[in-house]
């Protein structure tokens, strides 16, 4: 299942007061993609708000499969690299109220120490700083709560996305998703369930065709101008990705 933030190109959030002012619709794709890309990120998958804590990411099903025949060279009985792990808790197999293991198909039990103050959950995402092989299980120590970086991150976001939208620098990666934001929510239809039924939503927007997009961006583009945005990040990317540069 593609997530948002991969069919938009990056993760932005909702502005109450800008120079630009946000249509109910871009206002609605934007939630969506906070939404999804947040569960994305709480559930060890890829996603912005990963790559920009410069978290690897891991589920413990992965963890689990990689260390199916013990530590080998690949993957050593020591590992000593911050990294996110996430899954669903396997609440039958607590040990202790600091150890959690997390649910896996097969073995070995993946666990990790919870850091002080956070209590065992259905569903864990934890940003850990080392893993040991310990009686028979693969298990991450030094954590810190990963739901907690990633809210961080996400004001983070709102912050750089408040300065493009009040025409002040950014990155490009900010500006080329605000276009490409506004584009979709200009081309989706009634019914597009954004931002409450994320699946919904996740099907209209890959239903927008490419001819249309390629029709609407130019004047995405020109709104962005005319409301004294700079898209110089945006366009400088777009000039040289162009072919034969």
Known sequence: MKKLCAILGLLVPTLACAAYSLSATEAAVLEAVLRDEFDTYMQGGNSLIGSRLGLPTATAEAVSQAYA?????RFPATLDVTMLIAGPVDAEKASDEQIVSFATAGSPTVRAHLPAGLAPAG???LACRRMQWVDGSPTFMDCRDGALAGKEEVVRLKRELDDFYLGRPTTVQVSQLAVNISMYASL?????GCPKNIDTCRRAIQAVDRASQSKQ???VVQRFQQAGLDLSPYQGDTAAAKPGR
Request: glycine share 12%; proline share 12%.
């Open 217 to 219: 961006l130019p004047m």
């Open 69 to 73: 025949n013990g530590p080998t060279a």
């Open 123 to 125: 569903q864990l995402a």
């Open 188 to 192: 989706l239809t009634s019914g597009h």
